[in-house]
């Protein structure tokens, strides 16, 4: 009984390519995209401010819930997120630009609006 194995295995590449041993290149004449690839140690840059238009602004009121600001008023800019005993408390903040001078500051608790803040920054 031949218990030594005839193949070898060879991970990371699709069926039927095999690694040259020179240069990181597959049998098929392609680079090999994990050698050439190389790690990036930089954060990726911030997201652009949108801020809040006063128009979408007006239109969010207590008691809202969470998908319906999203929807409204979309992706904030910043978000923090609070535990106290049972509830969630979550504050989401809409950052002033040059057409807009304004910071809002939306407090969510237990998934609705609880508080709507605006202060002019400008």
């Known amino acids: 009984m031949n218990t030594d194995p005839g193949g ?3 991970g990371g590449r699709s069926y039927g390519q ?9 049998a098929g004449g392609a680079q090999n995209p994990q050698a050439a690839a190389v790690p990036s140690v930089l954060p990726p840059p911030p997201a652009a401010v949108r801020g809040m238009d006063f128009d979408t602004y007006i239109r969010l009121q207590g008691g ?3 998908g319906e600001l999203l929807l409204r008023a ?3 800019d910043h978000e923090s ?3 106290f005993r049972r509830d969630i408390v979550k504050t989401f903040y809409y950052f002033p630009t040059s057409a807009n001078p304004y910071t809002t500051v939306v407090t969510l608790n237990g998934g609705r ?3 709507i803040d605006r202060i002019k920054k400008f």
């Not at 095999?18 to 597959?26: N, Q, S, V, Y």
């Open 8 to 10: 070898t295995i060879e």
């Open 18 to 26: 095999k690694a040259d041993p020179a240069g990181g290149r597959t």
């Open 64 to 66: 809202m819930t969470e």
């Open 74 to 76: 979309g992706r904030p």
């Open 81 to 83: 997120l609070d535990s």
């Open 113 to 115: 609006i609880y508080t």
